[in-house]
Nanobody, 121 residues
Framework: VQLQASGGGLVQAGGSLRLSCVAS????????VGWFRQAPGKEREFVAA????????YYEDSVKGRFSISKDKIKNTVYLQMNSLKPEDTAVYYC???????????????WGQGTQVTVSS
């Protein structure tokens, strides 16, 4: 599985962005597709994830109510809609695939290249 993340950019606080993660190769029903972010000097942290097989979604507490993860199975794409962005959301955002639910980035086997999100105050 190869992943291609895009959609990052520079936005003012309170603004919105939508990230896309396009997968090439088969995504099995048991897979979990997740979004992580990594700020300079910090460890990669979990943001959100969705099971490929059903509608279950998972969010990190600080993004609940602001971010929304969704998928388009026909396009083999997972989206992360980010609203009410804050300066502390600034990071490189990565999408990854895990074989089971996990919020630890070490459990994810495939990664995209990352897309920069910068939120100005």
């Amino acid at each position: 599985v190869q992943l291609q993340a895009s959609g990052g950019g520079l936005v003012q606080a309170g603004g919105s962005l939508r990230l896309s993660c396009v997968a090439s190769g088969r995504l099995y029903s048991s897979y979990l597709v997740g979004w992580f972010r990594q700020a300079p000097g910090k460890e990669r942290e979990f943001v959100a994830a969705t099971r490929w097989s059903d509608s279950r979604t998972y969010y990190e507490d600080s993004v609940k109510g602001r971010f929304s993860i969704s998928k388009d199975k026909i396009k083999n794409t997972v989206y992360l809609q980010m609203n009410s962005l804050k300066p502390e959301d600034t990071a490189v955002y990565y999408c990854g695939v895990s074989f089971a639910y996990d919020t630890n980035y070490r459990a994810y086997k495939y990664w995209g290249q990352g897309t920069q999100v910068t939120v100005s105050s």
